[in-house]
């Protein structure tokens, strides 16, 4: 993992995060889990997501471009930027408990442009640097004008107008029908976002860029038969059958990791071959998934009461605990210390940044946290550390 010391941006972000640190990285309990070079890893809440997006829900960093962004619950789209930070969607909704606008994937482009998906608006939309909204994949039947005046009027809840369904592949993505979008993430080498759709049965993508954006491709799961089950290992993946796979993993291969969550288990599309198989079986509904192309490592949260970041080796396929204390964080929880000695809420999205390290979005606790690697010798609250 890079240096935090060689971008000043993350060094100030990093600094402030360190001078809220209460707890002391020594534990005479919890053996750290450590990185290749036995630095050990810990938990740091990095962003107290309480004024900015009361309820995270989808998260995207870049360390090379010095920006975050997080999505919530409520609508919001927040940018953590080097000049300042930044609610670039307000809330669209007043009652925590209404998740009708929720965002449940959020990827950047290196242009600026953050893409985000409705997931109950069965909508992908873009917002520029200067906040302008488009509509990058979906349909609404009053034209744009309409939707992205009630974006901008704080709208509370809609009466509808979203034309929610699943267009065949080849169709272009802003003339099509999506089925409640969730996780998104950017091939930054082929212009492609990736997106998962039909309420967690397929994986699709689409090129970014003119007017008309590229047309729709499916990657994994049976856009015929659009049935939730299991099948299909060791074949062509888009004759598989996904189950509530709501987040995935595009490695820099091309390879495509699913969290297949009802169907328990992890599962990989080869990009040589388009075969699908499952890396972990009998995983306890994993949810948020991400990986670490340089170590080899795919970490899952679970959508059970498994309070748990679990890292699995691409290698092996063995599965252990990287963060998480298996119980749930509780109210006034602490942050700072071992990334096995502090508590982590379960359902959580996951983003890597090899720059930073594995990014946490709790819905529940209402916070971003990151779990880094740090040199060995911590002596208390030191901003000149060098978490690596």
């Known amino acids: 993992m890079a240096r935090l010391h060689s971008n000043p941006f993350w060094v100030a972000v990093l600094v402030a995060v360190w001078s809220r640190w209460a707890t002391c990285l020594s534990s005479p309990t919890v053996l750290p889990v450590v990185d290749n070079q036995g630095h050990p890893y ?20 870049s360390y090379v471009d010095s920006r975050m962004a997080v999505g919530g619950l409520d609508g919001s789209v927040v940018i953590l930027g080097e000049s300042t930070t930044e609610v670039v969607v307000p809330p669209q909704t007043v009652d925590s408990d209404d998740d009708d606008h929720v965002i449940f994937g959020i ?25 302008d909204l488009s509509i990058a994949a979906g349909l609404v039947d009053n034209g744009d004008s309409g939707l992205l005046r009630r ?76 049935s939730p089950g299991f099948g299909g290992d060791g074949g062509p993946a888009v004759q598989a059958a996904l189950s509530g796979a709501r987040y995935f993993w595009l490695a820099p291969s091309g390879d495509v990791f699913i969290a297949d969550t009802l169907n328990h288990r ?25 990986g670490d192309a340089a170590s080899g490592a795919v970490f899952t949260s679970s959508a059970a009461a498994h309070f748990f970041v679990d890292r699995t080796s691409l290698s092996t396929g063995a599965t252990s605990a990287f963060a998480g204390t298996g119980a749930r964080p509780t109210m006034g929880q602490v942050y700072g210390g071992y990334s096995t000695a502090v508590a982590v809420s379960n359902a959580s999205v996951l983003f890597f940044d090899a720059g930073l390290g594995l990014v946490v979005a709790q819905e529940d606790a209402g916070n971003v946290l990151l779990v880094t690697a740090v040199d060995e010798a911590v002596p208390s609250a030191s901003p000149s550390l060098s978490p690596s």
């Open 42 to 61: 810990v938990t740091l809440e990095f962003l107290n997501a309480s004024d900015l997006v009361s309820r995270p829900t989808a998260v995207w960093s």
């Open 107 to 131: 990827a950047g482009d290196g242009e600026g442009n953050v893409y985000f998906s409705r997931f109950h608006h069965c909508l992908i939309l873009k917002v520029t640097p200067l906040g």
């Open 151 to 226: 974006e901008r009027s704080h709208a509370v809840r809609s009466s509808g107008n979203y034309l929610c369904g699943v267009t065949a592949d080849g169709n272009a993505a802003n003339e099509s029908r999506l089925s409640y979008p969730g996780g998104l993430q950017l091939d930054d080498s082929s212009g492609q976002l990736y997106f998962s759709d039909a309420a967690g049965l397929l994986i699709r993508r689409f090129s970014l860029g003119g007017q008309s954006e590229g047309a729709l491709h499916t990657v994994a799961g049976n856009a015929e038969a659009l």
């Open 266 to 290: 992890v599962r990989v599309v080869d990009a040589a071959t388009g075969h699908i198989s499952s890396l972990t079986q009998a995983v306890e509904l994993p949810y948020g998934i991400a």
